[in-house]
């Protein structure tokens, strides 16, 4: 994974930057470059001949840093092409926003000159922490801000972020998103079964179809993909936002989304 220069102090964190599976691949893609030299393609059943073998293992024993440098060239190509990769998405989700909504719940206007995404996950106490100044932004600029909500539940330290995105995906189902999202962050320290049904319960929705989607396929389908949006744009933490192209995490304060807003105009 890519380290992102914007992931802010505010954020929680679900991985190490610095991932050994990354030196093991640029590890194997060495010896992948070291055993195909031969002119004559090697078939995978093909046995590695002991002499050559020996001579290369000779040469990584006497020159260790031949390993070192093609891992770390092998991780900077691997940095880069990523970096690549994420700025023309960025890119994208600025001068095409409306693909990148889809059907997410979206809070002021419909289609407004900024949009800003925002990553979220319901356990997460700083993403919380900042929905109040993300009401205010929204609530001051309601005929020119966006705001758009999208799953990421980290899933490896917050065992119910998952169930929770998807019992808010069901309540979006009968139009009932953004009071149940206010619902779970206010309750995020317990949330379980009983809770998503109570919340429903509480909101009038309708239970029956309540439980059927959040259970269904399709729950667990738009939370993925929210997800992969995520994954692709490197976001390892939450809250992580996304507005007229910039990426920035972490509690951020009204003046700064003011500031960020101006900065794209």
């Known amino acids: 994974m890519v380290k992102n220069s914007w992931l802010g102090k505010n954020s929680w964190v679900k991985k190490n930057w610095v991932s050994r599976k990354t030196a093991i691949a640029g590890l194997l893609a060495v010896c992948i470059a070291l055993f195909s030299c031969s002119k004559v393609p090697v078939q995978a059943e093909t046995k590695i001949d002991p002499q050559f073998e020996q001579q290369v293992l000779e040469v990584l024993r006497k020159h260790p840093e031949v390993i070192l440098e093609s891992v770390r060239k092998y991780q900077q190509d691997q940095a880069k092409q990523a970096q690549q990769a994420q700025q023309a998405l960025l890119d994208q989700l600025k001068t095409n926003p409306k693909a990148a909504i889809g059907s997410s719940p979206t809070l002021g206007a419909p289609l407004g000159k ?127 936002f996304i507005m007229n192209g910039q990426a920035f995490s972490g509690g951020v304060p009204l003046a700064e989304l003011e500031k960020r807003m101006n900065q794209g105009q």
């Open 114 to 240: 900024v949009v800003l995404f925002e990553f979220s996950d319901f356990q997460c106490p700083y993403c919380a922490g900042v929905i109040p100044t993300l009401k205010e932004f929204v609530k001051k600029y309601p005929d020119k801000v966006t705001l758009v909500y999208k799953h990421f539940p980290l899933s490896s330290i917050h065992l119910e972020a998952v169930n929770a995105a998807k019992a808010a995906w069901a309540a979006q189902q009968q139009g009932k998103f953004w009071e149940y999202h206010d619902a779970l962050f206010a309750q995020q320290k317990s949330l379980n079964s009983a809770t998503y049904s109570a919340i429903a319960t509480s909101l009038k929705l309708d239970l029956a179809k309540f439980e059927r989607d959040r259970t269904s396929a399709a729950a667990a389908a738009a939370v993925a993909k929210d997800q992969a949006l995520g994954d692709q744009l490197g976001i390892d933490g939450t809250p992580f």
